[in-house]
Nanobody, 119 residues
């Protein structure tokens, strides 16, 4: 019921910046929060940053002070601005949307976009 389209990944040098975006379509009115997760090979997917419809944010400790997530509710889009990137930020990044439909909690995922930070 909710589809996510990601963009903005790529290759950047350490210390550089990238801005990702994730646009939701479908029944967007049921979305309560949107965010980004990342996953390295052989590891579990972990939260990077998330933002609720009301604008409350949550960040992984490893990105606090470097990443900022914002949301355009009118466009159902979230934008994580990633600054001071480090090689350890290299991962496959996934957009996520969570909400409730007919009393049932759902989570939708994007296809993933690669972020590579060279040293």
């Amino acid at each position: 019921q909710v589809q996510l389209v990601e963009s903005g990944g790529g290759l950047v040098q350490a210390g550089g910046s990238l801005r990702l975006s994730c646009a939701a379509s479908g029944i967007v009115s049921v979305i309560n929060s949107m965010g980004w997760y990342r996953q390295a090979p052989g590891k579990e997917r972990e939260l990077v940053a998330a933002i609720t419809r009301a604008g409350m944010t949550n960040y992984a400790d490893s990105v606090k002070g470097r990443f900022t997530i914002s949301r355009d509710n009118a466009k159902s889009t979230v934008y994580p601005q990633m600054n001071s990137l480090k090689p350890e930020d290299t991962d496959l990044y996934y957009c996520n949307a969570r909400g409730t439909i007919a009393g049932n909690v759902f989570a939708s995922w994007g296809q993933g976009t690669q972020v590579t930070v060279s040293s």
